[in-house]
């Protein structure tokens, strides 16, 4: 078999590309120059990678599927967060160096690596799914495909955590204690969407979920690389929920009632 | 001797290495055995190469078909792996995943909807009716935000970004494993009754792939240096349809969805080549013209399918042979069109979009291909093992006391050749299995201790690379290991090349010994590289001495030196092990017997 470099790349034009690639750890770091030979249709991940194997071998960086199916390879590319492994180098600037960071809203590790594990441990805040019994013999149950349409699009969330990077509750004011961040907030909207689900989740969602700190500005939805309607489809839905069952007027005065 | 402080030492009644779709399915059932579970993850949690399937998971639900059943699964699963499948492991499967599927849903999946609101299925290469349970083209990604979102409520406790070197035993029996995080770079140690491996494939060994870095075979590895057995490492598939262009995402993965959606493979002639070469097996399974295809595709049960979802080593070498012949497209494939259905669907692009969403965003984002109006460039990528750790059918058991193993890692399943679609339910049927009886082992067997002595001499050498001011480069050897096997050990192979490729293997295996990295251990990735290459080195050498052994063409192994099947050669799985010397020991195991029942199955179903 010939090989595929010989077929597809040396004839397509290449180009000289500086990287300002960002190198340290918890202490601190620096921004250190590499240049790059950039061919068509690589990605910035690819110029990581190259780098990686020349020039840094120890250059640390996430990465797994290099198909935006993972959510890995989260990173601030000219100051904006996406994806490494999506990011086409001919969609950058070609007049000026590409600058690559780490995700700024999460601790440092190493290189290009963050502490991502709050996520995890928010996650595990959540009340899990609770499903009602089952509607057939075999333990299954009749859902129409309109009535999970929605609760699908969340599901399509590949845990980047690019929109709890950008959301500046998280970013600028560190709520990491009383906000869960977007993600989360849909995470818990998938739940609270899903047909089967008999849990109850707002009031947490209210008190020690943050959702109140959300003030809509839709950073998360804009980053979001699976272009989920996080803010319109899944948060302000939530928010209604929260004001139906908190502030509603004729509620209230079933609850003096009726306490739950 | 006891271990120094400087290692983390940990305790498990059940440890399960991998956190993909098997690892945490084994996870959660021994779990709710009531043991405590640790489960090490290579990256984060969730990220593991699961998320890459796409297509389905096939399980005879015969929502869509009523006239599936276990019955037609199983002989498909036979016939689709030229039955050299360890019929056990084919039965278990074909019976349980109805209701590992069913069980997903319990869980939170929330899978794509029949008319009825029922589970619906798709039409995959091999399989005889609609079996596979879906979620678009992503059911990968649902299937392992499923068990990860039910496991972290099962009380299992979790390692992200840790790798294991090596499995510790005593008195034959498994008793830990040894292994770093990638974070500090510090050394763990997991005491543990009984270990699951699920560690997945061994992609990384070839050039052209569909798998993440982490397939570099080290729970195949692991295995093997621990005395357990590997078995048909020969069957190495390569998916029909990876994409070809741009070079930076050269073998990513092109869902056989496609295909099952109707989508159709042509040369640069313009023709449907598919038609013009069916196997005897499936002679009369097979569409006889591109209108009876497009009915079948449609649902029409009394129509074939078309020569598209033929079994994928068949059109991989379809798709080979068009390339040589000088009838490929521009950059080295062949075309794969699906925005042709316009002709026959109003609306056909929002379908598309709806059916294979990620799909259309792949080809969108990374090749600037519109796949609703444009054809896509299509080549075979380097997918999936069929072989791994020889186990016990009935309980995922290696020869290694305390040792399991499921999913990709574990042979027996699919024999020569995987189905699309089995792999998923493959994990999660083997997971449970795998988790229940490790459980049940760890219950009826008592730790065993740790020898220190063992575990520094391994970590002794694990830190080497550091120590070496010059030396060979990590990502150097890779490369050139992955470039031989590509091209002396791939879809088509002789004895020379393979002879060759041993040879390149054996140089390849000193450097390594002598590879130097920079830096410090902290999330250090020319570090990881240096220790994956020897796992790497160990799979790559059992698949071409497999290779080299089976002398005959069957399933996923083709000989250009022995082009035809030979029934000689129907009666035995390679089984490669280490020698007393620490040489790679090749030999021939009697296949299993079958049970006359089963027996029966096959032919009732031929």
Redesign the interface.
Known sequence: ?S???A???NH?ASRMVEFRVWRG?RSGGAFQTYSVQV?????VL?CIHRI??DQA????????????????CSAEINGHPKLMC?T?MDALPADRPVTVEPMRSFPS???L?T???WN?RM??RIK??K?RK?DHA????????ED?DR??EF??C??CFLCQDVCHVLRDHHKHDEFIGPRFLMYTAA?EM?PL?TENRIADLKEENGIGYCNITKCCTKVCPEHIGITDNAIIPMKERVVDEFYDPLTRLFRIFKPR | MSLPDSFIVHEHDVLVIGAGGAGLRAAIEASAAGVKVGVICK???????T??AEGGMAAAMGNVDDRDGWETHFADTMRGGQYLNNPVMAEHHAKEAP?RV??L????A?F??TK????LQRNFGGHRYPRLAH??D?TG??LI?TLQ??G??QGMEVF?EMTVVSLLKSGGRVNGALGYDR?RGRMHVWKAKAVVLATGGIGKAF??TSN???GTGDGHALAYHAGAELMDMEFVQFHPTGM???????G??VTEGVRGEGGVLRNSEGKRFMFDDVPDAYKNQVAKDEEEGWRYVCGDKNANRPPELLTRDHVARCINREIKAGRGSP??GVFLDIAWIKEKLPNAGAHIQRKL??MY??FK???GVDITTERMEVGPTTHYVMGGVLVNGDTQESSVPGLFAAGEVAAGLHGANRLGGNSLSDLIVFGKLAGEHAAKYAKANRAVEIDAAEVAAKTAALEEPFARRTGE???AIQ?QLQ?SM??LV?IVRTHDEMERAIGIIEDLKKRAKNVA????R??????HTAIDLGCLLTVSESIARSAIDRKESRGAQFRDDFPKKDDACSTFNMVCRKAADGSMEVSRRPLPPMRAELKAVIEKMK
Request: proline letters at 6%; charged letters at 25%; hydrophobic letters at 35%.
């Open positions: 078999m090989s595929p470099a077929r597809n790349g397509e750890d061919t068509q249709g690589m990605v690819d990686q194997a071998n120890d250059l640390a960086v996430r990465w797994n599927c290099k198909a935006g199916k993972c959510g890995s999506m086409r590790i190493r290189d690596v502490d991502v594990s995890f996650k595990r899990p799914f499903p089952p075999d333990g299954s149950w009749t859902m129409m495909q999970v609760v699908q599901r399509k590949i845990e739940l899903h689900d | 990256s984060l949690l969730g990220k593991a190469h998320v890459m209701d069913r069980e849903e319990a869980w939170g929330v794509d909807r009825d609101g029922r589970i979620v678009g992503r990604l649902e935000r979102d039910h972290i409520h992200m974070e050039r052209i993440s870095w982490e070809v262009w741009p070079p930076s995402v050269r990513l993965l950059h080295g969403p990620s965003h792949q984002q990374l090749a480069n990590p990502y490369s470039d590509q091209d791939g990295v920079s830096g410090h902290e999330y250090n990735p020319g570090w």
